[in-house]
């Protein structure tokens, strides 16, 4: 077997065994992260930063600020591996995930452009959960003077939003493309715990709003 369908097949069987060693009786609500692209495809690359790695950064900090009372979470990928949308569904269905939700950065040949994009899949099943995504996600603006535009939520044929059982949103949380909002994404979270967030973490904490809003927990 070619080593990524080795490393694919072994996601799935690593899902299944999560799901099957879950107590019937946990009644923690069931989350999907699926940090985008990984492996040989490192998604949108700029200044030296790879989208795929600020992806699964931000998606560990997303699991992490969410409270184990009331969540557990299945990432679709831990580490620096390259899975279809397909596959990424499938590890979402396999885990039983009551709701998915994939995380991205956009990018534009315009390094001035920078907004909020939310994405659904099929309008019944995905798109009040975007909507509910798109109206908790506030985040501020490179020099903090103001707040990002969110764009209107749109349709998108994304496998992974399709092929989910549970309603799925896509999200690009900004534009990797700007320089402004790069340099920030390549600054380390700060030591003086009064400082703000780092943009990473920033970014976290307004998807988690988003989580929380919808599931009610």
């Avoid at 940090?35 to 931000?58: C, M």
């Avoid at 969540?71 to 679709?76: D, E, I, L, P, S």
């Amino acid at each position: 077997m070619p080593q990524s369908r080795f490393v694919v097949a072994l996601v799935l069987v690593l899902a299944l065994a999560q799901l099957g060693a879950a107590d019937a009786a946990d009644t923690r609500y069931r989350l999907c992260l699926d940090p985008g692209h990984g492996g040989s495809d490192p998604g949108a690359v700029y200044f030296g930063l790879a989208e795929e790695e600020v992806t699964l950064d931000i998606a560990r900090r997303v699991a992490a600020a969410l409270d184990p009372t009331f969540y557990v979470v299945q990432m679709t990928r831990t580490g620096d591996v390259k899975l279809g949308n397909s596959e990424r569904a499938a590890v979402c269905n396999a885990f039983g995930a009551q709701v998915v939700l994939s995380i991205h950065l956009n990018a534009s040949s315009d390094p001035k452009v920078d907004y909020v994009w939310m994405f659904y899949g099929k309008p019944t099943k995905d798109k009040a959960f975007a909507a509910t995504m798109d109206r908790n996600y506030a985040i501020s603006t490179p020099d903090g003077t103001g707040w990002l535009v969110n764009k209107p939520i749109t349709n998108f044929a994304n496998g992974t939003l399709l092929k989910s059982n549970a309603p799925a949103a896509l999200a690009e949380v900004l534009f990797i493309s700007n320089a402004q909002e790069n340099a920030l994404l390549q600054q380390d979270d700060p030591t003086d715990p009064n400082a703000p967030p780092s943009r990473r973490q920033q970014i976290a904490n307004a998807l988690v709003k988003g989580i929380t809003a919808w599931t009610g927990r």
